[in-house]
C-alpha cells in the first residue's frame, strides 16, 4: 500500500510538471493577422529563463505573422550568456524589433544596455535610464584583475560591434561597460544611444511610423500607426522557472532533495521525507535545464551522497563521512560553469546538509549494529527470575514476560537466571554467578 501511494504522489507530480513543460504562455488577440504589435514584457534579471521566455516569444511571433516585435524591458542586469542569446535572437530576427524600457521608473542596466542597443529601434519613457554596464561576478563582486581586463576588452568590444552594426554610440557603449556610467533617456538621446523617447507604446507606435530598418532580408519601412496591440504573457511555466532559475534556489531545492531521498533510504517507510525530496529534485532538475551545470561538480555531489550512504553498512570510522563532506564541497564550488553559488549560501548549507548526513548514518549505523531488542534474538543475554524451581524445566520472569525455562542443574525459585538460547517456546538459562 505505501508503495502504491508512493508511486500515485510521483504519478501525479509527473503529470503536473509535464504540464508546465506543454504550456504556452498565453496571447492576448483573437485571430492571426498582419497588422499586429506583438509585445513581450520583460522585467527583472535576465536569465536563461528569461532568454527562453523570449526565444519563445519571437516564435510566437512568426507563427502570427506579426509586424513588430516590442520588447518591453526593466532589467538591473544578469547573465553574460543569457544576454548574448537574447541579442542574437534580436539582431538575427526576420520581424523588426523594437526595445522600449518602459515604464516610468525603468531601467536598461548593465546585460540590458546590450538589449537595448542591439534592436532596430531602441527607445526608451521619460524617467528611464541607461548604462552601468562594468561586468561583475554572478554575487555582485568585482571579477579578479586578470580575468577582469580579459572580460572587460571583449564585452567593450562585444557592444561596440553591435553599436557599430545600428549605428549608434560605440564609444558611450564602451564607456558604460568600462566606467558604469549611466544616463537618463533624454542624455541617451542626445547621445546617440536611442533613436528616439515615448511616453507610452501609442506615442512610441505613432513615432516610428515611416522609420527604414535594415532586416537581414532587406531595408523595410514601418508602417506601425494602425497595428493592433497583441501581449505575450508569460504562462505558469514561465513564472516557475523564472522563480527557481535562480542557481541559489536551484541548489536549496537540489540539497532537500538529496536529504529527503537519504533519510527515506536509511528509514524506509517514512515515506514524508522521500516525498518532499523527489520533488525538490524534479524542481532542481527543471531548472537545471538553462543554468550551465557542470556535471563534474553534479558528480561529485552524488558521490558525496554514496559516501554517506556507505557509512552505514562499513566501519570506516568516519573517513566515509568525511570524504562525503569534502565531495559535498567542490561538488557545490563547481556546479555552475559561469556563475557561483553565493558563499554567504553555501557554507551554511553543507554544514546543515553534511550534518545531517552525518547524524543520520550514525543513528542508522548504531541500529544496524545494536543488539536486537525483540524477538528471539532479543532475548539472548537478558536476566530474569526464577519464579517456579528448575529442576530440568521451569519457569521464569524474563523480559516482563513468564517463560517456560530448562537448565542443566536445579536453579532455586527467587535466584537470577540468565538467558542463553531459544529453543521454540522453551528458554535454556543457566545461573547469572555460574561458570
Known amino acids: 500500500m505505501r508503495r502504491l501511494y508512493i508511486f500515485k504522489i510521483l504519478l501525479i507530480l509527473g503529470i503536473i ?48 505573422n506579426a509586424s513588430l516585435i516590442i520588447i518591453m524591458l526593466d532589467t538591473p542586469g544578469g547573465l553574460a550568456s543569457s544576454m548574448r542569446s ?11 524589433v523594437v526595445v522600449y524600457v518602459a515604464p516610468k521608473g525603468a531601467g536598461a542596466a548593465s546585460a540590458g544596455v546590450m538589449v537595448t542597443i542591439s534592436a532596430h529601434i531602441a527607445a526608451m519613457a521619460p524617467g528611464t535610464n541607461i548604462g552601468a554596464a562594468h561586468p561583475v561576478t554572478a554575487g555582485g563582486k568585482d571579477i579578479p584583475r586578470t580575468m577582469s581586463q580579459k572580460v572587460l576588452n571583449d564585452m567593450a568590444s562585444y557592444g561596440r560591434s ?17 566606467e558604469s556610467v549611466s544616463i537618463t533617456a533624454e542624455e541617451a538621446l542626445k547621445k546617440n544611444v536611442i533613436d528616439l523617447v515615448a511616453n507610452d507604446l501609442d506615442e512610441l507606435l505613432q513615432k516610428i511610423d515611416g522609420r527604414e530598418v535594415k532586416l537581414k532580408q532587406g531595408t523595410i519601412t514601418l508602417h506601425t500607426k ?34 529527503g531521498l537519504y533519510f527515506e533510504l536509511a528509514h524506509p517507510g517514512v515515506i514524508f521525507p522521500g516525498v518532499i525530496g523527489a520533488i525538490s529534485l524534479i ?11 557542470n556535471y563534474a561538480g553534479l558528480i561529485l555531489i552524488a558521490l558525496g551522497i554514496i559516501f554517506f550512504i556507505a557509512e552505514i553498512k562499513v566501519t570506516s570510522y568516519g573517513a566515509l563521512s568525511l570524504g562525503g563532506l569534502i565531495s559535498l564541497t567542490l561538488g557545490s564550488i563547481m556546479l555552475f560553469e559561469d556563475l557561483r553559488v553565493s558563499l554567504k549560501l553555501m557554507a551554511p548549507t553543507i554544514v546543515l546538509v553534511g550534518g545531517f548526513f552525518v547524524v543520520v548514518s550514525t543513528l542508522a549505523f ?34 516482563g514476560e513468564y ?4 537448565a542443566d542443574e536445579r536453579i532455586e525459585q527467587g535466584e537470577e537466571v540468565v538467558v542463553k538460547g531459544v529453543k521454540g517456546l522453551i528458554l535454556e538459562v543457566e545461573k547469572v554467578n555460574s561458570k
Open 226 to 259: 494602425k497595428l493592433r496591440k497583441v501581449y505575450y504573457k508569460p504562462g505558469i511555466r514561465d513564472k516557475i522557472l523564472r522563480t527557481i532559475s535562480d542557481p541559489n534556489i536551484a541548489y536549496i531545492l537540489m540539497m532537500i532533495g538529496l536529504a
Open 162 to 178: 553591435i553599436a557599430k552594426d545600428k549605428g549608434r554610440n560605440g564609444s558611450w557603449v564602451e564607456m558604460a561597460i568600462r
Open 283 to 293: 524542481l532542481a532538475f527543471y531548472s537545471f535545464q538553462t543554468l550551465p551545470v
Open 366 to 399: 548504531r541500529a544496524y549494529r545494536s543488539k536486537p531488542k525483540s524477538g528471539t534474538e532479543g532475548m539472548i543475554g537478558e536476566v530474569g527470575v526464577v519464579k517456579k524451581a528448575i529442576d530440568r524445566e521451569g519457569l521464569v520472569f524474563v523480559h
Open 86 to 96: 537574447m541579442v542574437k535572437e534580436i539582431m538575427n530576427s526576420s520581424i523588426p
Open 17 to 64: 510538471i509535464t504540464g508546465f513543460y506543454s504550456m504556452e504562455s498565453l496571447v492576448s488577440g483573437g485571430e492571426d493577422v498582419a497588422s499586429e504589435a506583438f509585445i513581450i514584457e520583460l522585467q527583472g534579471p535576465i536569465s536563461p529563463a528569461s532568454a527562453t521566455f523570449l526565444s519563445r516569444g519571437f516564435r510566437e511571433a512568426e507563427k502570427r
Open 403 to 406: 517463560w517456560r525455562a530448562r
